[in-house]
């Protein structure tokens, strides 16, 4: 059985309604870390919540699209704050197929409030944790490598891989003075480098040769590993100690494993320093693609696929983010459809893209990412596209700015589509037919 406790007073609430069926001494812990562990789970559970609540509103855009479905989408957000969503069928049924429920089988790790250690310094990045253990008045003593005292609520891991335990902590940077008005940047996610200001500055360049490279690492690896998946089955009847050798030796994932880590900690160490020199210390309102849902409906080649399965977008998110913490920023995501495929000083579709480059109706061309940003900076002022929008209305939108633009000229959008200067794939469209009888 669930009962769903509302965000405000669920850590209030958790400890006392947890341990009415679940006492400390039937798992062998003592009150207080019972308590502060379901605490912290608590707060995961919240944060579970927090992200269903986005999900179910992007779907609620998505079923009641438009101006007319306007108080519809509010009342049923509205809804959604509170249990009154228990109550909506619809809201209900979207809750329960977005909400990840289920049971934890986490054992390697335990939360500590600051009352429940002690912290020592030995020498300048060595310190000594005193733990509380399982016994009553008996602490663990453990050292660790740090480059700054422990502090506050703090989760021990022990890393079963690595073999090794782990402090996790929350690190006070001071407090950060916020202007009363922030510059106002564009930021273009890419593959080839990490981000893409509306300025004109790449951060984070050397991301897409690393991320290729580790691609192609793993695809030629897993090749030669079912080769010899092949062979070590095929001589399991006739040769077994040879096909237990190559088990053994040759199919572990040890090295593979250390690796990989590698690797991904050098794309996160890019990203980060690609996150850092966007915000240079300054306090700013950045408008950024929203790139949380995948990518569909998009005919490619297998290597192509394996890329940009390699391609860490929810890495540059979560570093924006901090980064914006620690600066005193704020990231703003936006509709990212067709941002890459706008003339940025027309506001139309006007033009193409290939490659590194976007060629205007008139000749010009302009750096693609720099367009690309400088279109994100103006959707996140743009009143008519909102960020659950889906790409066919935002299409539209685009397509009816456009013909107004043609109009001006003297000319349609069958003139721009024969002439080349609007894509051909537009025409196929309901938007774009209503539009041909408007006018």
């Known amino acids: 059985m669930h009962r769903v406790i509302p965000d405000i007073d669920r850590n209030k609430k958790a400890i006392p309604e947890v341990k009415s069926f679940r006492t400390p001494d039937t798992l062998g812990l003592p009150a207080k870390i019972m308590d502060w562990t379901i605490n912290d789970v608590a707060k995961a559970i919240t944060a579970q919540q927090a992200a269903c609540k986005d999900a179910v509103i992007k779907k609620i855009y998505k079923r009641f699209p438009g101006k007319e479905n306007q108080n519809k989408r509010k009342e049923l957000c509205k809804k959604l704050k509170t249990l009154a969503f228990l109550d909506n069928s619809l809201l209900h049924r979207l809750v329960r197929k977005e909400f990840q429920r289920g049971h934890s089988w986490v054992k390697n790790q335990i939360v500590y409030q600051q009352v429940g250690y002690k912290c020592k310094r030995l020498s300048r990045n060595t310190y000594q944790l005193e733990l509380a253990g399982l016994t009553r008045g008996k602490r663990n003593k453990i050292v660790i490598k740090s480059n700054r005292k422990v502090k506050g609520q703090i989760r021990l891991i022990y890393n079963q891989i690595l073999q090794r335990f782990e402090i996790h902590f929350l690190v006070d940077h001071g407090t950060v003075e916020i202007p009363s008005e922030r510059r106002s940047i564009g930021v273009d996610k890419g593959y080839t480098e990490a981000f893409y200001d509306s300025e004109g500055q790449a951060h984070g360049k050397g991301l897409g040769k690393l991320t290729t490279k580790k691609s192609v690492?793993?695809?030629?690896?897993?090749?030669?590993?079912?080769?010899?998946?092949?062979?070590?089955?095929?001589?399991?009847?006739?040769?077994?100690?040879?096909?237990?050798?190559?088990?053994?030796?040759?199919?572990?994932?040890?090295?593979?494993?250390?690796?990989?880590?590698?690797?991904?900690?050098?794309?996160?160490?890019?990203?980060?320093?690609?996150?850092?020199?966007?915000?240079?210390e300054e306090s700013l309102k950045v408008f950024a693609e929203d790139l949380t849902q995948p990518i569909r409906n998009k005919r490619q080649s297998k290597a192509v696929s394996r890329k940009l399965n390699s391609w860490m977008k929810g890495v540059m998110r979560d570093s924006l983010q901090k980064w914006s913490n620690w600066t005193g920023s704020v990231v703003t995501e936006v509709q990212p459809s067709y941002t890459s495929q706008i003339d940025s000083?027309?506001?139309?579709?006007?033009?193409?893209?290939?490659?590194?480059?976007?060629?205007?109706?008139?000749?010009?061309?302009?750096?693609?990412?720099?367009?690309?940003?400088q279109n994100i900076l103006a959707r996140g002022t743009d009143f008519e596209i909102t960020r659950y929008m889906s790409k066919t209305e935002v299409q539209a939108v685009l397509l009816r700015r456009t013909a107004r633009y043609l109009k001006g000229m003297g000319l349609s959008l069958l003139d721009a589509v024969e002439l080349g200067w609007l894509d051909l794939k537009h025409s196929k469209t309901r938007a774009f037919k209503q539009l041909l009888i408007e006018m």
């Not at 793993?218 to 080769?227: F, L, S, T, V």
């Not at 009847?237 to 690796?259: F, H, V, W």
């Not at 000749?363 to 367009?371: I, T």
């Open 345 to 373: 000083r027309t506001g139309t579709l006007l033009g193409k893209r290939t490659g590194d480059n976007f060629t205007g109706f008139d000749g010009v061309v302009l750096q693609a990412d720099h367009n690309a940003a």
């Open 217 to 280: 690492r793993i695809c030629a690896k897993n090749r030669n590993r079912g080769r010899l998946w092949a062979l070590h089955r095929k001589l399991e009847k006739i040769d077994p100690a040879k096909s237990a050798r190559i088990l053994e030796n040759n199919l572990t994932r040890k090295t593979e494993n250390r690796r990989y880590r590698q690797n991904q900690s050098e794309l996160t160490a890019i990203i980060g320093a690609a996150s850092k020199s966007l915000f240079n």
